[in-house]
């Protein structure tokens, strides 16, 4: 099982930026997927999360209508659409797949429901 995330740089605070995240050795379709990020000296931190059609979303406060997760399942892809960045979202941003399949709800917030992380690309924005 393997995640592999992609899209990160340098950006200008205000600009975009779209992550990626290809998932093998899963049934793609039957896990819920989740973004989150880590700055440096800092925790890891909940960023978004989809369930398992795509039908349902969970987002930080931190980027709520700033960022869009969104999955396509023909393709095993997890994306996040980074708008309107901040100097503050600078990170190293990870994607995950959830422990269990078909699990969705508000606790798809916490780290302790994925199990498989991919490497993380890291997010940098200038202000």
């Known amino acids: 099982v393997q995640l592999q995330a992609s899209g990160g740089g340098l950006v200008q605070a205000g600009g975009s930026l779209r992550l990626s995240c290809a998932a093998s050795?899963?049934?793609?379709?039957?896990?819920?997927l989740g973004w989150f990020r880590q700055a440096p000296g800092k925790e890891r931190e909940f960023v978004a999360a989809?369930?398992?059609?795509?039908?349902?979303?969970l987002y930080a406060d931190s980027v709520k209508g700033r960022f869009t997760i969104s999955r396509d399942n023909n393709k095993n892809t997890v994306m996040l659409q980074m708008n309107s960045l901040k100097p503050e979202d600078t990170a190293a941003y990870y994607c995950?797949?959830?422990?269990?399949?078909?699990?969705?709800?508000?606790?798809?917030?916490?780290?302790?429901?994925?199990?498989?992380w991919g490497q993380g690309t890291l997010v940098t924005v200038s202000s």
């Open positions: 989809i369930s398992q059609r795509g039908g349902s979303t």
């Open positions: 995950a797949y959830a422990a269990e399949r078909f699990r969705w709800g508000p606790n798809m917030r916490s780290p302790s429901e994925y199990d498989i």
């Open positions: 050795g899963r049934t793609f379709s039957y896990y819920s």
